[in-house]
């Protein structure tokens, strides 16, 4: 009888790897077990030894301590009194003991909570504008086909470059002459023009495909329902970003809205800081303390979106991913 040897599995020969080329070299090259460069310790960056692993922390410790220290110095000095915050020395805890005086002093004034307001709808005012024209404009730029545009675009570039600073006295007679001073539209409007963050978001524009949007125009929409049904909702993330950095650059301005605005009511968190003073001096406890209040509004921020930031930090157009 004889035996079909075709059905059978072949027994000769060793099996042939049906692993991935790639996967192999990944396994070799970071997991791996052996020692050496491909040992489970390298980094492609530090290498293999411990003793550069030991100095990039004791360098990164150094770092946050030097960025922490003046900043737990300014908690510490919120919570002394006016005598042992201006003593000299600078005992971390004075002989008086710690206090809240400075912060019941800033709330009985009444001036703080009216200083947190204005920042805050200044702040989420000038977001919604700047995300709202950046977009539009950075859509045109990216998408629109028009004579000028590359030297809008340049032009655009430029601007960048300058320094706000420049354009503190022309924004101030265009202001005055408009009749907006000391009102929150002067403090908001100029604001808004921002640039980099139309750079910003072209980029981000030009990496979205055109399939997308010739699909959208072959079913009958224009050019504002591509940008808002099609465009904006694929750019969240660097919307996200481009709106948390704007927040936080507008909350913690201080010479436009010191410059253009007079009355204590109008005045934002920054500014009204620097008024924390009486006929003997700067009262540094009390603006510590007021500091203090100042930065936990940002802190929540940092808090609730810290993973876009971070992931803005390092994809903030400049790839376009």
Known sequence: M????SLTPQASGPRRSTMPREVARRRRVGGGSGGGAGGRGWHPMLGAGLLPRVLSVLALILMAGVWLVPLAWGVNTSFKSEVDASA???DWIPAGGLTLAAYREIFAQGNLPVWALNSLLIGVAVTVLTVVVSAMAAYALSRGLFRGRRALLAVTVASIMVPPQILIVPLFRQMLVMNLVDTYAAVILPQVVAPVMVFILKKFFDAVPRELEEAARI???GSVRILVSVILPLSRPILAAVSIFVFITTWNNFLWPFIITSDPTLMTLPVGLSSVKDSYGLQ???????????????LVVFMLFQRQIVKSVATTGLGGQ
């Open 284 to 298: 540094n406890a009390q603006a510590s303390a007021a500091s203090v209040l100042a930065a936990v509004p940002l």
């Open 2 to 5: 004889t035996t079909d040897t």
């Open 219 to 221: 079913d009958g929409a």
């Open 88 to 90: 000299a020395g600078g």
